[in-house]
């Protein structure tokens, strides 16, 4: 079977416009929910679509799909439907996307590593501006 990638990494691929190898990662691994997709993937094995949407309390069926079906098109998820009597459709990393979960890995360590940071920011941010507004209303009170 022919491989047909992404249309938009096909163009920038043929155009030239594809500048560096850290581009295309970007360009595999983008997208709201592709990392934890492939974390799954990674960690437990294959999943089923309805596996995967209970995964994310927040996503659409449209945009679930978008994203399995940009990862299947850049050779990163395999997609294998069984003839049952209900139709079972499963998800599965490729080699190819296999070869990425030291890359989510990686991320995921760092942002374990660095959230605590983050909250730490956004606190001290949300008491500052509390913080004003008291100020303000006390000296125009």
Sequence with gaps: MPITLRDDLSEKISTGELHCEKELTM???????KIVILWHLGHDGALRYAELHRLFA???DRILTKQLREL?????????????SRLKVEYAL???????IPI????YEWGKDHLAFYVEKEKSA?????AQVTE???THG
């Design 104 to 107: 989510v890995e990686s991320i």
């Design 94 to 100: 490729t080699d190819l996307g296999r070869s990425l």
């Design 136 to 138: 303000t209303s006390v």
């Design 126 to 130: 949300v008491g500052r501006v509390e």
């Design 58 to 60: 927040d996503i659409s």
């Design 27 to 33: 360009s595999i691994i983008s997208g709201k929910y």
């Design 72 to 84: 299947e098109k850049d050779c990163v998820v395999s997609r294998k439907i069984y003839a049952e």
